[in-house]
């Protein structure tokens, strides 16, 4: 199966659930691509005490998920991409969205 996640939450808990399914999905031996638009580009720096975000990204890119931040998003922040979450566009969100047999989003 072929996993989309569209995550446009910047809340910790939800974010590091979105994670955590896609390294379980990873797990099974399935592909998972992760779209960050919105307030879901501000994923790396949710992670608190109780949901460790930015671990749960590692692990999700170490398991060989992938990762895209939206550009126009990043701009909007005045924040750049990092190594994590390049910067990407609509058209890399529609070939997500063309080539998964699903789609969640948080």
Known sequence: M???MVI???DPE???NAFRLGVFVLKKGDQVKAFLV???VECEGLTNEQFKVNEQM????DNGGEIFACG???ELRNTESTGMCPVSTM???YEI???SDKILSF
């Open 97 to 99: 969205i063309s080539d």
């Open 91 to 93: 058209q890399d969100l």
């Open 8 to 10: 446009y939450t910047a």
């Open 14 to 16: 939800s974010a590091w």
């Open 38 to 40: 919105g307030k879901g």
């Open 58 to 61: 590692q692990e999700y890119i």
């Open 2 to 4: 072929k996993l989309g």
């Open 72 to 74: 126009t998003c990043l």
